[in-house]
């Protein structure tokens, strides 16, 4: 019998942005800029803190996991019977700073929510540049 956790999947979108990591670090844990590129939230960058995103469609819960300022942000993300980590990690660069996301825990049999974050989280990387661009 194999190991369940082998078959869970992973999206990593990874992305060169011409922004210091602070810069960066604000709008992925300020509510009020979370709102203008992810979804309306609750978020505080604690430890063991319990937020919703939350749009149209419904609601995401999650707990922050990890908190590094500038470096590491760390929730899980449950929504739909899919249980998540998500992870951002900022590694400052010559150009300003590589982001990367990586949403790990879907299932096999969970392939449309699989489908969905891979073309939501590039989508979301988009509104993300957009706003760092005019902020």
């Known amino acids: ?66 908190v590094e300022p500038n470096r590491t942000l760390s ?5 739909h019977g899919l249980e998540s980590v998500v992870t951002w990690t900022l590694t400052p660069t010559a150009k300003g700073t590589h982001l990367r996301m990586e949403q790990s825990g879907f299932r096999p049999d969970q392939q449309q929510a699989f489908m969905g974050a891979r073309a939501g989280w590039h989508k979301f990387f988009e509104n993300l540049e957009q706003l760092l661009a005019h902020a």
């Open 1 to 66: 019998m194999s190991d369940a956790t082998h078959e869970r999947r992973t999206v990593i979108v990874e992305r060169e942005i011409a922004f210091p990591p602070e810069k960066i670090w604000r709008a992925l844990t300020q509510p009020h800029l979370l709102q203008d590129w992810l979804m309306r939230n609750d978020f505080k960058p604690v430890v063991d803190h319990r937020f919703k995103f939350s749009g149209d469609w419904g609601s995401v819960d999650c707990a922050v996991r990890e």
């Open 75 to 79: 929730y899980s993300w449950d929504a």
